[in-house]
């Protein structure tokens, strides 16, 4: 069965330093692979989404992630962080012989310091 | 707004009673999806609709869980004889598209307390 990890329950960054999170996953054929992010009282909203193709994928909101097969990760990055950026995230992947059910990590929690 | 609406956004009730959450996915989207989200933790399946058809539940979903979507439009998740362990935040999610390549778009969800 699919399984994703983030390692990192909260992860405190001050303003305008760079931001990155961390996931594995394990799925034993090809993955789709997601990041969401959900602010308080608001719905999951996507960030980027991974399924083929260049390894190194572009989202809203100034966020990349770069999938690594031989590690099995998939983290998140972004260059410089905004107070607004202040929520929990989310790494899934999505499995099923159809439909695309995502499977959720645990959710990194970032605070942002002034 | 033609987003995913849940109803209602909040819901206390007594443990032993019933409760129905009905989720309206955007309009042209063939897939409905269940999520349950626990405090502190990353949202679990439950249960998946394609068109009115309910394709696969999660062993999380006991028998005291049923949800359907019978027009394939809305759908209703309902709880009966609610446990304190039901609490929870409940997620619907919609998607357009047959493989599994199709954006989920999250609604904001029905927290449920149970006392």
């Known amino acids: 069965a699919q399984s994703v990890t983030q390692p990192d329950i909260h992860i405190t960054v001050s303003e305008g330093a760079s931001l990155e999170l961390r996931c594995n996953y394990s799925y034993g054929a090809t993955p789709y692979l997601f990041w969401y992010v959900q602010s308080p009282g608001q719905g999951l909203q996507l960030l980027l989404k991974?399924?083929?193709?260049?390894?190194l994928v572009q989202g809203i909101k100034g966020f990349e992630a770069e999938f690594k097969r031989s590690q099995s990760s998939f983290n998140l990055r972004k260059p410089s962080v905004h107070w607004s950026d202040a929520a929990e995230y989310f790494c899934a992947v999505g499995a099923g012989a159809a439909g695309n059910k995502l499977t959720f990590g645990g959710g990194t929690r970032v605070l942002v310091k002034p | 707004d033609t987003g995913v609406s849940q109803n209602p956004r909040h819901k206390i009730t007594k443990r032993g009673q019933n409760v129905t959450f009905r989720c309206d996915p955007i309009s042209e989207h063939n897939r409905l999806y269940w999520y349950r989200q626990t405090l502190g933790q990353g949202p679990e399946f439950l249960t998946y609709?394609?068109?009115?058809?309910?394709?696969?539940k999660s062993r999380l979903l006991s028998d005291r869980f049923s949800a359907e979507r019978p027009k394939g439009s809305f759908s209703t998740l309902e709880i009966q004889r609610t446990e304190q362990g039901d609490s929870a935040m409940y997620l619907c999610?919609?998607?357009?598209?047959?493989?599994?390549?199709?954006?989920?778009?999250f609604g904001e969800g029905s927290r449920l307390t149970v006392l």
């Open positions: 999610a919609s998607s357009l598209g047959t493989g599994r390549t199709g954006e989920l778009f």
């Open positions: 991974y399924f083929s193709g260049d390894t």
């Open positions: 609709f394609q068109n009115e058809a309910q394709l696969e």
